[in-house]
Antibody, heavy 124, light 111 residues
Framework: EVQLVQSGAEVKKPGESLKISCKGS????????IAWVRQMPGEGLEWMGI????????RYSPSFQGQVTITADTSINTAYLQWSSLKASDTAIYYC?????????????????WGQGTLVTVSS | QSALTQPASVSGSPGQSITIACTGT?????????VSWYQHHPGKAPKLMIY???HRPSGVSNRFSGSKSGNTASLTISGLQAEDEADYYC???????????FGGGTKLTVL
């Protein structure tokens, strides 16, 4: 079974650093890009960025560029999303999702499956 | 890149059909076939329901169907069931710096 399992909920203070994880299993981890998606309280989904574990090529939404860092460790089939200095506005649920590239194209695609989400709470 | 526009809520009775619209621009929904729909029960992982505008993944009920006209994509659920009650999000590839955009989500209530 293809699945993505994310790390558990975190409670942090403003200014602290954090790294959350997303472990893939049931497929060749290096063959599929992994995206990160934010859901702020009561809001919709926002695409943050994406990484290719195969060559570590990483793209960020302009809204998140410089605010977070996306990395991957292929030795343990895990992608990461990290912050160096959290803000209260980073409070949200963060999802990872595997990108499926259509067989007929080198761009585009959709996301399947998704991780169960990691709740990050930043509060003083 | 602005989020795609979806109605905040829709409702229907068991057995009825509902349609959720997702409006974007020629730079996203109207410009690409990469429109997908996700079902999200709060507290669980979002689930892919439709990809490439009209295609259903294996295991997804044929009560779910997708379409697109111009800059607006639609998700139709026929024969509503209680288990369909969830939040639904559309998404489109954009090809711009923000490679993908999502809709604001639609809460489906089965009366």
């Amino acid at each position: 079974e293809v699945q993505l399992v994310q790390s558990g909920a975190e409670v942090k203070k403003p200014g602290e650093s954090l790294k959350i994880s997303c472990k893939g299993s049931g497929y060749s981890f290096t063959n599929y890009w992994i995206a990160w998606v934010r859901q702020m309280p009561g809001e919709g989904l926002e695409w943050m960025g994406i990484i290719s574990p195969g060559n570590y090529d990483t793209r960020y939404s302009p809204s998140f560029q410089g605010q977070v860092t996306i990395t991957a460790d292929t030795s343990i089939n895990t992608a990461y999303l990290q912050w160096s200095s959290l803000k209260a506005s980073d409070t949200a649920i963060y999802y990872c999702a595997r990108r499926i590239l259509p067989s007929y194209s080198r761009s585009g695609g959709w996301f399947d499956p998704w991780g169960q989400g990691t709740l990050v709470t930043v509060s003083s | 890149q602005s989020a795609l526009t979806q109605p905040a809520s829709v409702s229907g009775s068991p057995g009825q059909s509902i349609t959720i619209a997702c409006t974007g621009t020629s730079s996203d929904v109207g410009g690409y076939q990469y429109v997908s729909w996700y079902q999200h029960h709060p507290g669980k992982a979002p689930k892919l329901m439709i990809y490439d505008v009209t295609h259903r993944p294996s295991g997804v009920s044929n009560r779910f169907s997708g379409s697109k006209s111009g800059n607006t994509a639609s998700l139709t659920i026929s024969g509503l069931q209680a288990e369909d009650e969830a939040d639904y999000y559309c998404s489109s590839y954009t090809g711009s710096d923000t490679l993908w955009v999502f809709g604001g989500g639609t809460k489906l209530t089965v009366l």
